[in-house]
């Protein structure tokens, strides 16, 4: 089982930028797939990037390519995802998502907001 914090969360106008980082504790880091998941109001759960312990990344959604790239650092437990180029349409709730490979066990973090509005 594995913890996870997201930070970096905010309000930005339109084409602006924003970093959010997920941090990791518990079980081996090294184990997980790690990604990003987002929920907008009223809208289903999307995954929006994931990110293998070798540093292979995947991109889910179509949207996103191009303008967020996901990142992590096995050294400190950590993963990220640069936002930039921002949209209204990215105002989400952001959920940082582990995935044990070896069990398929998903533990999720709480959420951070990111709100895009001029």
């Known amino acids: 089982q594995v913890q996870l914090v997201e930070s970096g969360g905010g309000l930005v106008q339109p084409g602006g930028s924003l970093r959010l980082s997920c941090a990791a504790s518990?079980?081996?880091?090294?184990?997980?797939?790690m990604g990003w998941y987002r929920q907008a109001l009223g809208k289903q759960r999307e995954l929006v990037a994931t990110?293998?312990?070798?540093?292979?990344?995947?991109y889910d959604a179509d949207s996103v390519k191009g303008r967020f790239t996901i990142s992590r650092d096995n050294a400190k437990n950590m993963v990220y995802l640069q936002m930039d180029s921002l949209k209204p349409e990215d105002t989400a709730l952001y959920y940082c998502?582990?995935?044990?490979?070896?069990?398929?066990?998903?533990?999720w973090g709480q959420g951070t907001q990111v709100t895009v509005s001029s």
């Open positions: 998502y582990a995935r044990d490979v070896f069990t398929r066990r998903v533990d």
């Open positions: 518990g079980s081996s880091f090294r184990n997980y797939i």
């Open positions: 990110i293998t312990s070798v540093g292979t990344e995947n």
